[in-house]
């Protein structure tokens, strides 16, 4: 029984140190002056990640020559970050392992 009961004493202790542990620290990360600056810059970056992912939405597969005008927009843009030396994103979902 007396085992029983240390060992929730120590995790419960354990409990608490992690708590504070992470308080602490979450403290001192936002009284740092650049945390603000760095959590805009990584929030824009995302929203124009997301921008850039939605300007190639999917034409209707039923509309034969909207489907055939987005393969040749498509190709196109390609072609174009081929020759600027990016790659496009299809270029990498090939190459991943």
Known sequence: MMGGRSSTLAAGLCGALLVGYCIYFDRKRRSDPSFKN?????RRKQKVAKDRAGMSKLPDLKDAEA???????????GEELLAQGEPHHADTMLTSP
Do not use: C, T
């Open 67 to 77: 489907v055939q005008k987005f393969f040749l927009e498509e190709i196109q843009l």
């Open 38 to 42: 760095r959590l805009r810059e990584r």
